[in-house]
T-cell receptor
Framework: DGGITQSPKYLFRKEGQNVTLSCEQN?????MYWYRQDPGQGLRLIYY???????QKGDIAEGYSVSREKKESFPLTVTSAQKNPTAFYLC???????????FGAGTRLSVL | SQKIEQNSEALNIQEGKTATLTCNYTNYSPAYLQWYRQDPGRGPVFLLL?????KEKRKERLKVTFDTTLKQSLFHITASQPADSATYLC???????????FGAGTRLTVKP
């Protein structure tokens, strides 16, 4: 099946811990994105990448880090500097010619 | 600052009626406007895209209008069904990969 796979579906973070959310796509899309979704708010862009080995900060990048070593993969690390990490995290990809976003099923992160 | 407002947080209608959802925006000049459907605990799914020079777009029971003067898009679902119950998000697209802005969504419930 073609698409975007996010794992894990649920994740718990302890105080002071870094956690990494996985995102893999087999759509051969150039661009990939990470969004955060909180109740009653629109999706907010954390980081995006248009090509391998290059990525840019979105609106709320503080406390997060990413890498893009392969076209298919765009993992997000939620660092201990992110003081309010509880949210639903969505990964997406799009083709270069269009900005239509294809989303994964999401990862729900909670703090223990 | 850029602002996107979707008319109401929740909309309840009777099966068979037409659902109309509103997306208003300020301080933005989108090249495209997109609509997505999101089911609970899932990622959004793309439905329709309308360009700034298009007034109306249709796809099966869905219709989208785009008025750049009013800075408003209307999203219609005709002959609504309980299976149409979901949250619908509008997204403004400036035409660059980093220039998408999502609304908070309207939760539609279609009652049998």
């Amino acid at each position: 099946d073609g698409g975007i796979t996010q794992s894990p579906k649920y994740l718990f973070r302890k105080e002071g811990q870094n956690v990494t959310l996985s995102c893999e796509q087999n759509l051969n899309h150039d661009a990939m994105y990470w969004y955060r979704q909180d109740p009653g708010q629109g999706l907010r862009l954390i980081y995006y990448s248009q090509i391998v080995n290059d990525f840019q900060k979105g609106d709320i990048a503080e406390g997060y880090s990413v890498s893009r070593e392969k076209k298919e993969s765009f993992p997000l690390t939620v660092t201990s500097a992110q003081k309010n990490p509880t949210a639903f995290y969505l990964c997406a990809s799009s083709m270069r010619q269009t900005n239509i976003q294809y989303f994964g099923a999401g990862t729900r992160l909670s703090v223990l | 600052s850029q602002k996107i407002e979707q008319n109401s947080e929740a909309l309840n209608i009777q099966e068979g009626k037409t659902a109309t959802l509103t997306c208003n925006y300020t301080n933005y000049s989108p090249a495209y406007l997109q609509w997505y459907r999101q089911d609970p605990g899932r990622g959004p799914v793309f439905l329709l895209l309308i360009r700034e020079n298009e007034k109306e777009k249709r796809k099966e029971r869905l219709k989208v209008t785009f008025d750049t003067t009013l800075k408003q898009s209307l999203f219609h679902i005709t002959a609504s069904q309980p299976a149409d119950s979901a949250t619908y998000l509008c997204a403004l697209d400036g035409g660059n990969n980093n220039d998408m802005r999502f609304g908070a969504g309207t939760r539609l419930t279609v009652k049998p």
